[in-house]
């Protein structure tokens, strides 16, 4: 394919991961979510660990072809950085405010967090697209796999040693507590979205950069099927193999965990450029589309929606009905979820449209 190629099935992947980010996000009642839909307490993994990291390797899918049409197009690579910078900080600000909600209450600020992370990829990825060639993204992707890897066995952390990989007792939640004021550090003591686990975070995108150049480097449609399926389960295999002695662990996105969630992100996304740019499948990926037309955006909404939601009671209410006429509270958490994706999805569709697409 050529940098100014559409892909539909791209667009549907995006989609689709904003709308389980959706669901897992906005349940009910925290309390009562069914397991597929709660991240692991610490090791192992469950569907909803996979939602982030498959969006960051999109990030990296976008940026290849992204930034390769713009240069095609005659912008320079200081234009496109500058552009990067601005989005990254208008991301970050917009994840720093979104921490706020839903009552403004300035003592739960927390820094890290999921907008931040993204813009923090985005940001990596543009430069290493703007400024080195592939292989050196590799190499790049491969250091953040090993060097990391070895810090988080071989640097003693005060109190604990070296190799405690232990909630709390590990190098990567140590340096968010040092560097961290205590007021921002949620009440576990640590960050999923931390400081040194967003290196390997990094190399999630970079992944994703290493399979859109697959996309422009192979015409042959079936035949780059074949290298996204190789791809996924090399790394699968090597992921696999690697948990058996460093732990998956989401919450500090160990290497064993990179090299899993960046596996199935290139068989899933091999799987579905199969069906919708081979097959021509395309009865019902609109839906998906609109999602992935506006992701962002969106995302941001769910937030502001939510934050309707529960000030106004509706969302509390709505859940206590379920219940009163006999629903499991499980299952009335979920219907809620489903209503905030279907809730979002009708924002998403007026955008669509009245074609307007919100670029940060």
Not at 209 to 223: T, Y
Request: proline share 4%; hydrophobic share 55%; with cysteine.
């Amino acid at each position: 394919m050529t940098v100014s190629d559409r892909l539909i099935s791209l667009d549907v992947f995006r989609g689709m991961t904003i709308a389980a980010m959706i669901l897992v996000n906005f349940p009910g009642s925290w309390e009562s979510v069914y397991s597929p839909l709660e991240h692991a307490e610490w090791a192992g993994t469950t569907p909803a660990d996979y939602i982030f990291p498959f969006f960051l390797f999109i990030v990296g899918i976008s940026v290849t072809l992204s930034f390769g049409k713009q240069l095609q197009n005659g912008r320079t690579r200081e234009q496109i950085i500058k552009k990067s910078v601005v989005r990254a900080l208008k991301l970050f600000g917009i994840g720093l405010a979104l921490r706020l909600l839903p009552t403004l209450d300035f003592s739960r600020f927390e820094l890290p967090g999921v907008l931040q992370r993204i813009s923090l990829v985005f940001l990596a990825c543009a430069a290493l697209y703007l400024y080195t060639g592939w292989r050196t993204q590799l190499v790049v992707g491969f250091l953040i796999l090993i060097v990391y890897r070895l810090m988080l066995i071989l640097i003693p952390v005060p109190g604990f040693g070296a190799g405690v990989l232990e909630p709390g007792m590990n190098l990567t939640n140590w340096i968010d507590k040092m560097v961290f004021p205590p007021a921002l550090i949620n009440e576990r003591g640590y960050d999923s979205e931390g400081i040194l686990s967003t290196f390997p975070a990094i190399a999630t995108g970079i992944s994703g950069m290493l399979a859109g150049k697959m996309l422009l480097q192979q015409p042959d449609r079936k035949r780059l099927v074949q290298q996204l399926v190789i791809a996924g389960v090399v790394l699968l295999a090597a992921g696999y193999c690697w948990g058996l002695y460093f732990p998956v662990i989401k919450k500090i996105w160990t290497s064993s965990f990179l090299l899993i969630t960046s596996g199935w992100a290139f068989l899933f996304f091999g799987l579905l450029f199969w069906m919708i740019e081979i097959k021509k499948w395309t009865l019902g990926t609109r839906p998906w589309i609109i999602f992935g037309s506006n992701a962002i955006a969106i995302y941001v909404l769910a937030d502001v929606f939510e934050t309707f939601f529960i000030l106004t009671g509706i969302r509390d209410n709505t859940v206590l009905w379920m219940q009163n006429t006999g629903i499991y509270l499980k299952t009335a958490s979920l219907l809620w979820a489903i209503f905030s994706v279907f809730v979002c999805w009708m924002a998403g569709w007026i955008l669509y449209r009245q074609k307007i697409y919100v670029k940060l």
